[in-house]
């Protein structure tokens, strides 16, 4: 699963992101959201190895002048999401450090 997952963010980030910066495409950008927003949820538990991935997909979408604003909060919200679970996994490493 998780070989999958890499290569679907890998995907997005070398191929998807550069069109849609060069098409300006809401259609795209609404499929790459709702991609994300299948994928997270299947990687909290271990987001780590997806983290700055995930990260850069919502920074160049959100970034991008034709995302419209509800596909901004979309990102928003998914921005949110992938934080907590980071740091929700840092926090348990910290502990079984301690």
């Known amino acids: ?3 999958v997952i890499t290569t679907v963010l890998g995907l997005i980030e070398t191929y998807l992101l550069p069109l849609v910066v060069s098409t300006s495409d809401t259609a795209l ?3 790459i959201i709702s991609t994300l927003q299948g994928l997270l949820p299947l ?3 271990s987001i780590g190895p997806f983290y700055t991935s995930i990260k850069n997909i919502i920074t160049a979408l959100s970034e ?3 995302t419209l604003p509800d596909k901004l ?3 928003q919200a998914l921005d949110k999401q992938a934080d907590d679970a980071f740091e929700a996994i ?3 490493t910290d502990s079984e450090t301690s």
């Open 1 to 3: 699963m998780t070989a």
């Open 29 to 31: 950008i609404t499929s």
């Open 43 to 45: 990687v909290v538990g």
């Open 64 to 66: 991008d002048p034709s």
């Open 73 to 75: 909060a979309a990102l």
């Open 90 to 92: 840092a926090g348990e």
